[in-house]
């Protein structure tokens, strides 16, 4: 019987004792992490239609940081995925390391894309992989790689495939209709979350469509229809 | 020891029961004299401008009215309660406040009957607004300087009929801060939000926005474009804010487009104009216009290089933002009717839109270069929420009071009311599109010029024409009252205010409170 009662107090006053027990806050510690800004899903595009006399461009990828900013600059280092890429070092330079400047959260590396032959003939794809340094581990998987297609060749971009992309600014893709937009803008890649530099940019085509109507000049898709913009398109 | 553990057992099981113990109270009941406070409507003003004296008469019912509820039953506390304040502002039973800052409060009135301590309250929102809420807004030049002054109307009476009573400040532009732009020349004022508004100066140079209730500088016309700068050679003409589109027209007559991510836009950032001029077909170059946006759904622009009107839209519909496309215009109209999509041989005098929203009027003045004959015209449109318009509803007639006008006239067709106000030099008149009688309103006298005409909205069905003169004065008048357009001398019965003292009026623009204020004035003819 004394067993019991002893047995009854612990447990009331281990009960107690728990009830009290203060819970520490967990605490990280600091690894920082770096990734491209677009998802390997958004692949971009190095066209040398928009610069026919040039002979290499800088291309920029666009990096962010995940984690701490710091007080110094670190370095990041971005690698060609080989086994997922059909450029060969003939269609680009990459440098060896590039830097995160000390308080930046987000940084543009530069590739230097190369006008061969070959990309005249058809687009090679270039794969990009971020890899760990001393100073960052790689972020999320699905920003750990960016897929660019280096191209002399008009084809259609992955941005020109969704139905509201067409609908709302450049309406249906031909080859000729993407080919007068570079002449006319200057640009083969869009940032579609960038609206209203993309409105910008459909506006000055518009114009120029516009413009040649006006001067006698109308410009037809090849099976006859006028070329427009989206039918949603209401600016300008 | 034993005993220990017994004990100790045995107290904590009481500690556990004693938990469980109902507590049944032992309370005093005092019969509540149940107090219930309203205000009295017609004695309580709630919604003033900074400075004046709110007003909340409350009126107190009880359940025990033969019981003492003289001021010696009960004690009154004012508070009054913002996000991050409470301050006791009166002790009576009725509150008289001067207001001395702008912005909306939670005025609490704490009622207690001495005799038990049992309290009731009151709750009711205050609303101080800016001197500088509603009304017509002067840019001026007086002294060698730029200056901004205000014509304030403040609501006296919302319901209606409305009344208002109005009050006038000349230089209203903050000591202390930065000179306002000595190049400045036109003024326009537009709302950004639910409670708040925006000035914009049209000068030379940058433009500066106004914070609208405070009159501080916050951005300049510049700063909004892509990129935080003017497009190359750009100098400015105008600024147009629509629904969902703005516009800035440049001096060469080219227009550059902003799209708003919102209505009421709010955000400039979100919001910034182009760098790129939108082409119209068959080119252009557009004329500043003081009456061109219509209810923020359209701009209607005067194109130079065509002789033609041109139209925006801006407006919502169920298809999705219109982002300011320019529309086609079909007319049906041959001559002698004159066609707004290319008046050929008639010379474009004058436009203003008139009506309401879903049933707009647009009116023009125009000149047959042929025999030199002035033409009103007016017109609707109908159009397909997309890519066209349909010129509706036109009439041209040669206007019976050619006698009196010239190219430079000045014309205000009034909302939806028969008549188009005129001024010529120093005259005012006013046509009357049901009989096509025109009369002389008020002659100034020699030597003065009517500068500028306006509209102040009342209520939509009776709107006031205001005449800003070469003298530096300012007259509004009732334009619409049958006794007052009958007299003999429709001035002397119809004048509702003469503000005088303004110097040189560059321009003068309606100023909305805001975002309500605007959607009450729109829909108050439905």
Known sequence: MNKIYIYLLFVGLLGAMIACQEEEIMVYHD????????????????????????????????VELIGMLSDRDREYKVSVFADYSTASTANYRLPDRFVLKAGQTKDTCYLTAIKTEQI????????????????????????????????????????????????????????????????????????VNDTAALKELVIIFKNYLKQKKDAGETIYEDDGTEMSVGQGFYAG | MRTIFKISVFCFFIGLLTACYKDL???????????????????????????????????????????????????????????????????????????DK????????????????????????????????????????????????????????????????YRSYVDIYPAGN?????????????????EASEIMLIDDDGCWILDGNSLEKTSTLRNVFMGGGYP??????????????????????????????????TDWLHDPIMQTPIYVSGGAKFRYLESSVAFYDYLVLFDELNNRLCFFNSSWSSVGWNEGQALTIVSSSTPPIANIAHFDNFKFLSFNWSGSKYSPVYSLFLKDQNDGKYYYYEFSISFDYQHTITVTGIQQREFEGSAYITDNTLFWRLDNNPYVYFAEGSKLYFYDLNTRAVKLYKDFGNGVKITQLRQALKDINAPNIAVVLSTGDFYLYDATSAAVLSAPDPSAEGLIYHFSGLGTVKNVAWKYKSSFSYSEQIWSDY
């Open chain 2, 232 to 265: 190359s050679g750009f100098q400015p003409q105008y600024f147009y804010r629509g629904g969902a589109a703005n516009w800035a027209l440049a001096a060469d007559g080219n227009l550059y487009l902003g799209l708003l991510n919102a209505f009421p836009p």
């Open chain 2, 102 to 165: 702008v912005g909306s409060f939670t005025a609490v009135l704490l009622v207690t009957e001495k005799a038990t301590g049992v309290e009731t309250r009151l709750t009711t929102t205050v609303s101080v607004t800016s001197l500088y809420s509603e009304g017509f807004l002067f840019l001026s030049e007086k002294d060698g300087k730029p200056i901004l002054s205000f014509l304030g109307r403040i609501t006296t009476k919302s319901v209606r009929p409305k009344e208002y009573e």
């Open chain 1, 31 to 62: 690894v920082d992490y770096i990734q491209f800004s677009k998802a390997v899903t958004d692949s971009s595009t190095c066209s040398f239609l928009a610069y026919p006399n040039q002979t290499e461009q800088q291309f920029p990828i666009a």
């Open chain 1, 120 to 191: 005249g003939r058809q687009a090679v794809r270039l794969t990009l992989q971020i890899e760990e340094t001393s100073d960052f581990k790689v972020g999320k998987t699905e920003k750990s790689a960016a897929i660019i297609y280096i191209s002399n060749v008009i084809s259609q971009p992955d941005w020109w495939q969704d139905w509201n992309f067409e609908y709302y600014y450049l309406g249906t893709y031909s080859d000729k209709k993407y080919r007068t937009f570079i002449e006319v803008t200057g640009v083969a890649d869009v940032d």
């Open chain 2, 25 to 99: 109270g032992n309370y005093n009941l005092v019969d509540n004299n149940q107090i219930i406070i309203t205000t009295v409507a017609a004695l309580t003003k709630t919604t003033v401008p900074v400075g004046d004296t709110v007003i909340i008469v409350p009126k107190i019912t009880w359940r025990y009215p033969e019981r003492d509820t003289t001021s010696a039953a009960f004690s009154f506390e004012w508070q009054l309660v913002n996000a991050t304040t409470s301050d006791v502002i009166s002790n009576e039973r009725d509150l008289k406040w001067k207001s």
């Open chain 2, 178 to 194: 930065d000179p306002l732009p000595a190049s400045a020349r036109l003024v326009t004022s537009y709302i950004v939000g639910s």
